[in-house]
């Protein structure tokens, strides 16, 4: 159970930022004890492999901050963010541990998927919302919500891995957040059709 949360957290952080949730547990599992690879998966521990994550989480961040810019990041990140979500939520063993399933074990593929679909949703959220933020801030609030989510990212990786049950709380804050900004959304745009009909 404890590993399926891990799985689930760290694909949650990978629908914010790709990045941070591989470095994190790049990292982690050089320096400590506290993430073991499984076999096939020692590449992500590479110094390497991890200077250009770190490289490709510095161009993520500034182009993340730029209004308009954000918007095609965003598309372009509809592809890496569920692949990270994959990766990070295969490579803490979550998947081959997931309710000690055999079934589990034996299909990897399963770990993959999960890790992509919860991955994908947070970040269809994050995506469909920063265009409206952008407009209804006139581009201030785009910066100050991407930092929230970068922050969000790093410390629910962290969170994932040295406490996994406090994953549960954090993934029913996040979605009383999507259920909130989807809300806003509707709102926002309800308000620009109406508007448009006027003219």
């Not at 404890?2 to 990045?19: E, F, I, P, R, V």
């Not at 599992?29 to 994550?53: E, Q, R």
């Amino acid at each position: 159970m404890l590993a399926a949360l891990t799985g689930l957290g760290l694909s949650t952080a990978a629908g914010l930022n790709a990045y941070i949730p591989l470095l994190v547990v790049g990292v982690l599992a050089n320096l400590t004890d506290s993430v073991k690879l499984p076999d096939g998966y020692s590449w992500l521990s590479n110094w390497g492999v991890l200077a250009v994550i770190a490289v490709l989480l510095a161009a993520e961040f500034l182009l993340d901050k730029v209004p308009a810019v954000d918007s095609v990041n965003d598309a372009i990140q509809t592809v890496v963010r569920p692949a990270s979500g994959g990766v990070v939520f295969s490579a803490t063993s979550a998947a081959a541990e997931l309710d000690h399933s055999a079934w589990m074990a034996e299909n990897p593929w399963a770990g993959w998927l999960l890790g992509i679909v919860v991955a994908l949703a947070v970040h269809v959220v994050k995506a469909t919302a920063r265009p409206v933020i952008n407009a209804g801030t006139v581009g201030v609030g785009g910066p100050v919500v991407s930092t929230a989510e970068d922050a969000g990212a790093l410390g629910m990786s962290l969170v994932a891995v040295f406490a996994p049950v406090l994953v549960i709380v954090a993934l029913l804050v996040l979605a009383v957040l999507a259920w909130w900004l989807i809300r806003r959304v509707r709102r926002f745009r309800a308000r620009r059709k109406a508007a448009r009909a006027r003219l």
